[in-house]
């Protein structure tokens, strides 16, 4: 017997070949710029950051499944650190992610000129959005959701009847997906819509993190001066913490402290912004000559 | 006659314009813009602020035009325009945190075509431009030439049957704008891919096109075909020794040769003047300094067409 031979040839040729549908090339621009952000493909200096505070944001539900089974007696997990009290202890994490990873997801295409390659001959500009938004979602996922379910999933395991935890708490999989991903989308948005206004990424950077920081300290001082719990609300880095702690099931965020905003206001702030955010997007990137 | 690619495909019109207006605040870019662009390589000619790469940046949908009507490959669509052009900007458009393997095969997705096809196609690409060694090196170490040929790569690697490129010699060399003059005729020559380039050098033209549309001020002010002229005069002779003495022996021969300024004018030289001219000075033992073409049509109807 033979074996068959093949011969290729690597010169140019027409492609004739079948073309993928289209929300395959969205899914392919998220892929590609999700791997960018986290410095993959580049230097191991640049993968240094983003894979340091993702770590850092999984080292506290890791540290919490781990203390019952170094300590006997030790209380369980959801005990030793309800969902609502995770998310609280990763905000500045999420805060350092975010300002860090999402804006350079618009900032480095508008400066390298990009877009007219991407507008022209690749992808409309509402496609190009959508990727770099389910990019921006699986970031921030990174570092609220995955921290979220490692601690759901490590309490499971590490509980003396894992079947029966898997039937308690298997219940609550749906609302801490849905509060990691509230999360998620809320700082997304902040971020794209940072990176949306400036070619420059320290500007957006600085742009964001003013917001982050500076939200709380206006918020708090208002508050105590006014006696308005309300005015808290306006604290745009805890908007999605106060939004997802009646989601969540175990003790939530701010229970113990002497005010807070309504609900419905914090979910109406939630809102406002995530349409401040896309109404931004939109008029920014709806000249294909955005370049 | 009808055109066709180099497959025997027929060719439809790469741009088809119908009273395009484009104006930007008081500067009217382009001026009732009607044109058919069918050859396989055209030149789009005309000085700086012309209004070039306003026409392209239109074609490709990156501009809205005030008024008028354009179609790309006989379409209007613009997720299938998008699906059969590839486009090469005059300025700097790559990522510089990238390979060029990673960008073709990046482009090469968003352009719809699966993995696997992506990945054959940016190696075919990177070799037909050349960068088939300097593949996985960062585009920020590449020169400017190499950088050009990663812009042309990109523009190629889905396959499209239209490639406009936007001044694609700009910034190289001698050396690299040969090579990419080369690369560019044998896009439209051997490869079918209908070309239309913008420049301001007559040259690139004349070397890589078929036909050249000559845009002034906005407006369509000549299209015509880029033949291969044989020349037929008027020469320009410039001898060492006796030039009266030499002309006199060109009109013995049959030559009419007339002497202007110390120089030898021949009002018509085919090849079978030239050939005597040549055999003369080497039996007179005359030496010619110098033989220039007093006339090049292209050059006089698109200098005067910008004019």
Known sequence: MTAEAHLYDIRYSRYDGAREARWRSVLAMARSSTGRALGLRRTAGSKVWPFLLIAAAHLPAIATVGVPLLFDGAPEPLELMPYSQLLAVLTPIVVAFAATTLPSLLTRERRDRVLSLYFSTAMSPWEYLAGKVLAALALMSLVTLSPLLVLLIGSILTSEAPLDALRDDGRHVLAVILAGLVCALWFAALGLTAGAMTSKRLFAIGGLLAVLLVTPVLSGLVSSLTDQPSVRAADLSQVPLRATTDLLPGRGYDDEGSGKPAQALVWSVWGAVLLAATTVLVLRYRDPDAS | ?307
Do not use: W
Not at chain 2, 250 to 278: D, F, K, M, N, Y
């Open chain 2, 1 to 307: 006659m009808s055109l066709s690619d180099g497959y025997g495909r027929p060719m439809t019109a790469a741009l088809a314009c119908d009273g395009l207006v484009k104006t930007f605040g008081a500067v009217r870019a382009l001026d009732r813009v009607t044109v058919s662009v069918a050859a396989p390589a055209t030149g789009l000619l005309g000085a700086n602020g012309a209004g070039k790469s306003t026409l392209m940046k239109v074609a490709l949908g990156l501009l809205t035009p005030d008024e008028g009507e354009v179609r790309v490959l006989g379409l209007t669509d613009r997720t299938q325009i998008r699906a059969r052009v590839g486009y090469m900007p005059e300025h700097s458009c790559l990522p510089t945190d990238m390979s060029a393997q990673d960008l073709c095969i990046h482009l090469a997705r968003l352009r719809g075509l699966p993995r696997r096809d992506a990945l054959r196609r940016a190696s075919e690409v990177l070799f037909a431009v050349g960068l088939e060694e300097e593949r996985h090196r960062l585009i920020d170490t590449y020169s400017l030439g190499m950088r050009q040929r990663a812009k042309l790569a990109q523009a190629l690697v889905h396959g499209p049957d239209l490639v406009v490129l936007d001044e694609p010699t700009s910034g190289l060399d001698p050396a690299g704008r040969t090579e990419m003059l080369e690369i560019l005729r044998h896009l439209s020559r051997d490869l079918g891919i209908q070309v239309l380039l913008s420049s301001h050098v007559l040259e690139d033209i004349e070397r890589t096109c078929d036909e050249v549309v000559v845009l002034a001020s906005g407006r369509v002010s000549a299209q015509q075909a880029v033949s291969a002229r044989v020349s037929t005069g008027p020469v320009t002779l410039q001898v060492t020794g006796d030039a009266a003495a030499f002309a006199g022996l060109l009109q013995e021969h049959g030559i009419t040769a007339q002497l202007v300024a110390g120089r030898i004018l021949l009002p018509s030289a085919g090849p079978r003047e030239l050939a005597a001219v040549r055999d003369l000075a080497a039996s007179s033992g005359t030496g010619l300094s110098s033989m220039v073409d007093a006339a090049n049509a292209l050059e006089d109807a698109v200098v005067g067409a910008m004019a």
